[in-house]
């Protein structure tokens, strides 16, 4: 709904897209369609705003993608990686380093993590209480 709104009008469009807007951002219905660049963009122009994402089935997001957010959004709490298949134990370890207030996060599906990404975000993430 956002996104109509921003094409109403150049002012809409500003005030639609300002970052303080998209504290909370479920890309699930556009799985499909997303790609690393939309997830990198999301985390420059709102990462500080960003609480909860869900990226769950989004398929084509990569560990650099991924890298990119947790540098940009240091006040995410809830993450949906559910059946990110390309991800890897890079992510978590991105996550663990900038990533402090994380305490929700799903990574079921995500066969090409390993222990390493446990071990990674129960060290760095001092909140998390499920994965």
Request: charged share 20%; net charge neutral; with cysteine.
């Amino acid at each position: 709904s956002l996104c109509r709104c921003a094409q109403v009008s150049k002012a809409w469009n500003v005030l639609a897209l300002d970052g303080s807007n998209w504290q909370e951002v479920d890309l699930f219905e556009f799985q499909v369609d997303i790609e690393g660049i939309v997830v990198e963009n999301l985390a420059r122009r709102c990462g500080g705003f960003l609480k909860s994402l869900s990226l769950n089935g989004c398929q084509a997001v990569g560990d650099s993608a991924l890298s990119t957010f947790a540098r940009n959004c240091p006040n995410i709490e809830q993450l949906n990686l559910g059946s990110c298949s390309r991800l890897t134990d890079h992510t978590c370890h991105s996550l663990s380093r900038h990533c402090p207030k994380l305490s929700v996060m799903d990574i079921s599906s995500c066969n090409n993590m390993t222990d390493n990404s446990l071990r990674a975000v129960g060290r760095g993430c001092p909140l998390l209480v499920s994965v």
